[in-house]
């Protein structure tokens, strides 16, 4: 079967390029996002068959439409579905499922803000239903959480042993929280009920795909960058992060998915930017004018963030590829396109002039 096909469905509409039989079936919540995306991506091109379900809340449908077009399925390649649906409501797929990946939620601190209640209802009954999904059929669990369980870290670069420093009451513990109940509920899956499953803790990750100014770091400062608005630095912009572009995030969640490795496993690149370096990259690559703008810290802002990469070396023979310039000089490259911009010089004349999310966040701060 080939092409696409539209039919209501209890949990929503359901888009379909269909493939073979017989081979490994991978269920990707939160696929039509920014890394889930590219997972997706690389998932079709080994041949596995994805389902992908996502709600579409932060997610792109133009990021999987190259995944439904007919020809995917055909010539080897894995096949794709999309289901649009919200995984917190239930998560419910016919057929075989060899491997669950679970990366279903709001990641940009203005979109979880946004959403708190959505955002730990995905963090608890989404992952719940995933790993139930997972138990039912005898699949791999894959668990995509984040740096920010370590909260405002202590030590430095941030190891897995390090238990964190969160605090729960602060506008941010709906993301951090939900994550860290998350990693719970999937150690309790495995101790009780022998659920195969892996916990990855992701760094910051860019590359194309990521919104124009979603209140992340990099597509705010290549927004503003790309048309001709001040850069928004939070704080002094000393504060700094570690940044992994996508390819190499999506190579080391594929390492662990392939790997018996429980763990949880930091998947992030351990060379460590300040904000402020960073904004003088973005400037300096896309010929921008732009001014840099300081604003105050938001809440509970971490001040430093890398991660010790050590167990993910050892454990999966996986390190990130990809030097900052480059990846930045690809992000940027997707984002003129997107907003109809050339890429090598914004400024007040950098044509097509778009609104960028000069307010959309924490640029300087909280990607997650
Ligand atoms: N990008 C990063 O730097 C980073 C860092 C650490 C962790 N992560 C984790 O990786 C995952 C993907 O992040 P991203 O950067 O691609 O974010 P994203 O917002 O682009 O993708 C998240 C996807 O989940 C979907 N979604 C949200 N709630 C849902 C629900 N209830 N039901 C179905 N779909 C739902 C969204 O529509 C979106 O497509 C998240 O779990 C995030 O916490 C990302």
């Given at each position: 079967?080939?092409?696409?096909?539209?039919?209501a469905?209890?949990?929503?509409?359901?888009h379909r390029?269909?493939g073979t039989?017989?081979?490994?079936?991978?269920?990707?919540?939160?696929g039509?996002?920014?890394?889930?995306?590219?997972l997706?991506?690389?998932?079709?091109?080994?041949g596995d068959?994805?389902?992908?379900?996502?709600?579409l809340?932060?997610g792109?449908?133009?990021n999987?439409?190259h995944?439904?077009?007919?020809?995917?399925?055909?010539?080897?390649?894995?096949?794709?579905?999309?289901v649009?649906?919200?995984?917190?409501?239930?998560l419910?797929?016919?057929?075989?499922?060899?491997a669950?990946?679970?990366?279903?939620?709001?990641?940009s601190p203005?979109?979880?803000?946004r959403?708190?209640?959505?955002?730990?209802?995905?963090?608890?009954?989404g992952?719940?239903?995933?790993?139930?999904?997972?138990?039912?059929?005898?699949?791999?669990?894959?668990?995509?959480?984040?740096?920010?369980?370590?909260?405002?870290?202590?030590?430095?670069?941030?190891?897995?042993?390090?238990?964190?420093n969160?605090?729960?009451?602060?506008?941010?513990?709906v993301?951090?929280e939900?994550?860290?109940?998350?990693?719970?509920?999937?150690?309790a899956?495995?101790?009780?009920r022998?659920?195969?499953?892996?916990?990855?803790?992701?760094?910051n990750?860019?590359?194309?795909?990521?919104r124009?100014?979603?209140?992340?770091?990099?597509?705010?400062?290549l927004a503003?960058?790309?048309?001709?608005?001040p850069?928004?630095?939070?704080g002094?912009?000393?504060q700094?992060?570690?940044?992994?572009?996508?390819?190499?995030?999506?190579?080391?969640?594929?390492?662990?998915?392939?790997?018996?490795?429980?763990?949880?496993?930091?998947?992030?690149?351990?060379?460590?930017?300040?904000?402020a370096?960073?904004?003088?990259r973005?400037l300096?690559?896309?010929g921008?004018?732009?001014?840099?703008e300081?604003?105050?810290?938001?809440?509970?802002?971490p001040?430093r963030r890398?991660?010790?990469?050590?167990?993910?070396?050892a454990v999966?023979?996986w390190?990130?590829?990809?030097?900052?310039?480059?990846?930045?000089?690809?992000c940027?490259a997707w984002?003129?396109?997107?907003?109809?911009?050339p890429?090598?010089?914004?400024?007040?004349?950098?044509?097509?002039r778009?609104?960028?999310?000069?307010?959309?966040?924490p640029?300087?701060?909280?990607?997650?």
């Amino acid at each position: 079967m080939t092409g696409e096909r539209h039919r209501a469905a209890v949990t929503g509409e359901r888009h379909r390029a269909a493939g073979t039989g017989g081979r490994r079936r991978v269920v990707v919540t939160g696929g039509a996002g920014f890394v889930g995306s590219h997972l997706c991506d690389a998932l079709v091109a080994r041949g596995d068959d994805v389902v992908c379900l996502d709600d579409l809340s932060s997610g792109n449908r133009a990021n999987v439409a190259h995944l439904l077009e007919p020809s995917v399925g055909a010539g080897g390649r894995g096949s794709f579905e999309l289901v649009v649906a919200d995984v917190s409501a239930g998560l419910a797929v016919d057929g075989p499922v060899d491997a669950v990946l679970h990366l279903a939620s709001p990641a940009s601190p203005p979109d979880y803000l946004r959403r708190p209640l959505q955002t730990l209802a995905v963090g608890s009954e989404g992952t719940r239903h995933a790993l139930e999904l997972a138990g039912g059929h005898g699949a791999r669990f894959l668990l995509a959480s984040t740096s920010e369980v370590y909260g405002d870290p202590g030590v430095h670069p941030q190891h897995e042993e390090y238990w964190g420093n969160v605090n729960p009451v602060g506008p941010r513990s709906v993301y951090d929280e939900a994550k860290r109940f998350a990693e719970a509920l999937t150690m309790a899956h495995a101790r009780t009920r022998g659920t195969d499953v892996a916990i990855a803790r992701i760094f910051n990750t860019y590359g194309p795909r990521l919104r124009p100014g979603d209140g992340r770091v990099v597509s705010n400062f290549l927004a503003q960058a790309l048309t001709g608005a001040p850069l928004t630095v939070y704080g002094d912009g000393s504060q700094t992060r570690s940044l992994c572009y996508v390819d190499d995030t999506v190579a080391g969640l594929l390492a662990l998915l392939g790997s018996a490795e429980r763990g949880p496993v930091n998947i992030g690149n351990p060379a460590e930017t300040s904000v402020a370096d960073l904004a003088r990259r973005v400037l300096a690559l896309t010929g921008s004018a732009s001014a840099i703008e300081h604003r105050p810290l938001p809440e509970d802002d971490p001040t430093r963030r890398c991660p010790d990469i050590g167990r993910a070396r050892a454990v999966l023979g996986w390190a990130p590829s990809v030097p900052l310039d480059e990846g930045l000089r690809r992000c940027a490259a997707w984002m003129a396109a997107e907003l109809g911009v050339p890429a090598g010089g914004g400024g007040p004349d950098g044509g097509g002039r778009v609104s960028a999310g000069g307010g959309g966040g924490p640029a300087g701060g909280g990607a997650p």
